[in-house]
Structures are given as C-alpha cells and as structure tokens.
C-alpha cells in the first residue's frame, strides 16, 4: 500500500508508471528506488517541483 509522502494517508491513486496522485494533498508523487519526488499541478495542468513556486502561487 502506498501512503502519500505529504499527508501519510492511503487517499493515493495510481498514475503512471511509479506515480501516484493524493486527493487530499492535490500532488502527484513519483516513488524512486532512493526518492520521492512531489510535484503539484499548475493552472495549466503542468507539473511543478512541489515547494518551489509557493511563494508565486500564495496570495492568488
Ligand atoms: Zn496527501
């Protein structure tokens, strides 16, 4: 069972190939053999590095 890395709860679908998608985190998690690389989605439905553009996306 794969839990998500954000909020440790099993409301974890399956994407892609060792990619899963939290529901209650809205992030899309990819499982590496020594990682777990977390990204959220954008307006335009991209991929970003989950962190990184916090500071863009707060106060909208
Ligand atoms: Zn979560």
Redo the contacts with the bound molecule.
């Keep these: 069972m794969v839990a ?1 890395p ?2 440790q ?1 099993n ?2 679908g399956k994407v892609g190939t060792n990619q899963y998608y ?1 529901w ?2 809205f ?1 899309e998690f990819s499982i590496q053999k020594d990682k777990t690389m977390i990204y959220e989605l954008s307006d335009d439905g991209s991929l970003l590095p989950y962190g990184e553009n916090q500071q863009l996306t707060m106060g909208n």
């Design positions: 998500c954000l909020c709860k409301t974890v939290c209650e985190c992030v």
